[in-house]
Structures are given as structure tokens and as C-alpha cells.
């Protein structure tokens, strides 16, 4: 069973910096795409960034330029680095890693989820 363990979560005021870790129980390249899902309170969980098996990158455009996702194969660990942190970044984060395609079949697999507070 694929597990996925989340750590680096917390408070911060608006304009600092963390970094989410999200460390698999297998290895990361096992999966097709990894990403990071936000659900802030009173709101649907929305997919902030995604990364393919490739390497390739994509964002919801409110976190452009701000999130930065990646990966280390070595350590079975995605990222998270969140920079010039806002109040509306505040919610639960939650690490996702997806295997298979929308043609065969899809597997979701979910971390915990960890708070990130964002205030002054």
C-alpha cells in the first residue's frame, strides 16, 4: 500500500516562505504525476501544482510565480517551496501522486494533509 507522508506545514506572516515535504513510501518515478491540492475553508480542494513523471511543471495561475514543486527520486520526497506567502494561501495542503492514465484507469493516492496558516 502506498503511503504518503506530509511534514513542513505551519504559521507564517504574509510575505515569508515554506517548504511542504511530502515524502512516498516508494519510489516517486513509480507514479505518473505528483501534486499539491489546497483546500481552504469553506472551498472545494483545488490541484495548485503538478509535476509528470517528465519533469514537466504546471501551476493554478494565483500561485504562479510563487510555488515552486520538485522532486528528489533519491529521497522519494516531493516539494512544495511556497514563497511571498499571502492570507488567501491560507488551508490544509495535501500531496497527491497519481498513477496510471484517464484511458486504463487512474490510482490517487492522498497524504494526511498539513495546515499552513498565513497571518500577520
Known amino acids: 500500500q502506498v503511503q504518503l507522508v506530509e511534514s513542513g506545514g505551519g504559521w507564517v506572516q504574509p510575505g515569508g516562505s515554506l517548504r511542504l515535504s511530502c515524502a512516498a513510501s516508494?519510489?516517486?518515478?513509480?507514479?505518473?504525476?505528483m501534486g499539491w491540492y489546497q483546500q481552504a475553508p469553506g472551498k472545494q480542494r483545488e490541484l495548485v501544482a503538478v509535476?509528470?513523471?517528465?519533469?514537466?511543471?504546471n501551476y493554478v495561475e494565483h500561485v504562479k510565480g510563487r510555488f515552486t514543486i520538485s522532486g528528489d527520486n533519491a529521497k522519494n520526497t516531493v516539494y512544495l517551496q511556497m514563497n511571498s506567502l499571502k492570507p488567501e494561501d491560507t488551508a490544509v495542503y495535501y500531496c497527491?501522486?497519481?498513477?496510471?492514465?484517464?484511458?486504463?484507469?487512474?490510482?490517487?493516492?492522498w497524504g494526511q494533509g498539513t495546515q499552513v496558516t498565513v497571518s500577520s
Open positions: 509535476m509528470t513523471r517528465g519533469g514537466s511543471r
Open positions: 497527491n501522486a497519481r498513477s496510471g492514465t484517464t484511458g486504463w484507469g487512474i490510482n490517487d493516492y
Open positions: 516508494t519510489n516517486i518515478g513509480n507514479f505518473n504525476a
